[in-house]
């Protein structure tokens, strides 16, 4: 009941926070997106590519705009927009990957001793591919770039790295290619009217989405059938909660 408790006021407090910021941050928010739109457009496919890499090496950037018109553009070839998209989102994915692969391990181990990091490193290798698969597959705000930091932290390797990002952001992109190539480029705008006129609705709902995605992860790679357990878990013996010092 304290978990519910304490989710339920997470997702209060978000919703409150959200209508007060929004009016400060639209007119800036619109003003780069068609301003990054305009820009990578001039590039064509290798555009879509330039900013879906950017998008999973750095900040986020508005690729489901240009993504939604080039599609629209090109209705013929229009498969061939999501599939270059995922292998330069992929190769993207190198980034954040790597800096978690060369200072992660450091960072961790400040925060908790070797043989704890061990075992965290040895539960994420059991489900590693879906770790990473799964999330990638999440829209927007789905924290995939922590996701990606994790698996560079714990040593996994770069080609199956590559393999689920890939997977991942294919299912995503094509998505969004599939909507706009059956129903046009409005069915965008139908969706994001309908997610601004029930916004409270909208947010509850992608927040629980949300956090049931990340407690199916964390099941799959502490997977109790395999004598693992959450890392909460391991203060809970004989249905008592103790504190466990390392």
Not at 115 to 135: C, G, M, S, T
Not at 186 to 201: C, E, K, P, S, Y
Request: hydrophobic residues 50%; positive net charge; glycine residues 8%.
């Amino acid at each position: 009941m304290y978990h519910l408790h304490a989710l339920a006021t997470l997702l209060q407090t978000a919703q409150d926070a959200v209508p007060q910021a929004a009016p400060h941050h639209v007119g800036w928010l619109k003003h780069f997106t068609q301003t990054t739109q305009a820009f990578f457009e001039r590039f064509g496919l290798w555009g879509l590519a330039a900013i879906a890499l950017l998008d999973s090496a750095m900040l986020p950037m508005p690729w489901q705009y240009l993504l939604i018109s080039d599609v629209n553009s090109h209705p013929s070839t229009w498969l061939l927009y999501p599939l270059v998209a995922a292998v330069a989102s992929s190769v993207g994915s190198l980034v954040p990957f790597y800096v978690g692969r060369v200072g992660g391990e450091i960072f961790l181990l400040g925060k908790i001793n070797r043989e704890r990091y061990e075992r965290l490193r040895d539960r994420f290798e059991r489900q590693e591919f879906l770790a990473i698969f799964i999330p990638a597959i999440g829209p927007p705000p789905t924290p995939f770039k922590l996701f990606e930091f994790c698996a560079g932290v714990f040593e996994m390797k770069p080609a199956l790295f590559l393999l689920a990002a890939f997977l991942g952001k294919l299912i995503q992109y094509g998505a969004y290619a599939f909507l706009t190539h059956k129903y046009g480029p409005t069915v965008i705008q139908v969706i994001m009217h309908g997610a601004h006129t029930h916004g409270q609705l909208m947010r509850m709902v992608i927040g629980v989405v949300l956090v049931l995605l990340v407690v199916w992860v964390l099941r799959k790679v502490f997977d109790r059938r395999k004598g693992t357990r959450l890392p909460i878990e391991d203060g809970i013996e004989d249905g008592k909660t103790v504190i466990v010092e390392e």
